[in-house]
């Protein structure tokens, strides 16, 4: 039998392979080196001195270390970064000591060559990722059912799996922020008997949360909220950094070891 492909996949299976085509001619091409090698040092917003990105080699920097450092190429009049996103602003003006640009919201940015070497100490911490958590964090619950005692133990890990979010800063220049995802260890004993003991990572809800969503949240938080006849239950949140979109799934895990997952 011959399948018939409706022609709006199609038109966006060609716009995908000419988005994919562009970005690897983007790659590809060869940028101005003169251009490049003139953007080299710190520089500073035309209207409040304020350092707005360091330049060293083909990356750029910012000041705030909640952004990660980004490469970059200039290409004829227009400088890409690439981020997590490929982002493309028209070049105004360039010189030695000045600096003009588009932002993605028509804006023009004006910047000016820092000639003061203490400038530099705004971007000399730079940090690549922010962690939820720091150190591993353990929560220890102590309950009582059907006349015996239980403990509920939860293992909080912050992993070396990252996640990008790519943001707007105020004038509308894209800049991407790292995170660090959580394992979740979740166990639950009675007396010395191990009922439950098990890791989890965001991945364990795929099967709950659509597959792009997951790509771009952390397993942020879990929390145990107690026992009844369903068994021992927590919320776990999946989120995606610094915004308002959460999940919340509902976790059970009976007397006999068994887990179930339920969208909150």
Request: charged fraction near 25%.
């Amino acid at each position: 039998m011959k399948l018939k492909i409706p022609i709006f996949v199609c038109i966006l299976l060609a716009l995908c392979t000419l988005s994919c085509h562009k970005g690897k001619r983007i790659v590809n091409a060869d940028e101005s080196k003169k251009a490049k090698a003139m953007l080299a040092g710190v520089w500073l917003d035309d209207d409040t001195d304020e350092p707005y990105f360091q330049i060293k080699g083909d990356t750029i920097y910012y000041p705030d270390t909640h952004n990660s450092p980004v490469y970059f190429k200039i290409v004829r009049d227009t400088l890409y970064t690439f981020g997590n996103k490929i982002a493309k602003y028209k070049i105004d003006k360039q010189t030695e000591d000045t600096f003009w640009f588009h932002s993605l919201s028509d804006a023009i940015i004006k910047l000016y060559k820092s000639d003061d070497p203490d400038d530099a100490l705004s971007f000399s911490k730079q940090s690549t990722v922010i962690p939820t958590y720091n150190t591993v964090t353990k929560r220890d619950s102590v309950v009582f059912y059907n006349g015996e005692r239980y403990h509920a133990y939860l293992y909080i890990n912050p992993s070396k799996y990252k996640v990008t979010k790519t943001s707007y800063d105020e004038n509308g220049v894209s800049v991407d922020n790292v995170y660090y995802d959580n394992i979740m260890h979740v166990c639950v004993y009675r007396g010395k008997d191990m009922i439950y003991g098990s890791d989890l990572t965001k991945m364990s809800f795929k099967k709950l949360l659509p597959v792009d969503f997951i790509k771009n949240a952390i397993f942020s938080d879990i929390q145990f909220i107690g026992v009844s006849t369903k068994g021992f239950q927590y919320q776990a949140w999946i989120c995606i950094p610094d915004g308002s979109e959460c999940n919340i799934v509902n976790i059970y895990i009976d007397i006999k070891g068994h887990m179930t997952m339920k969208l909150g």
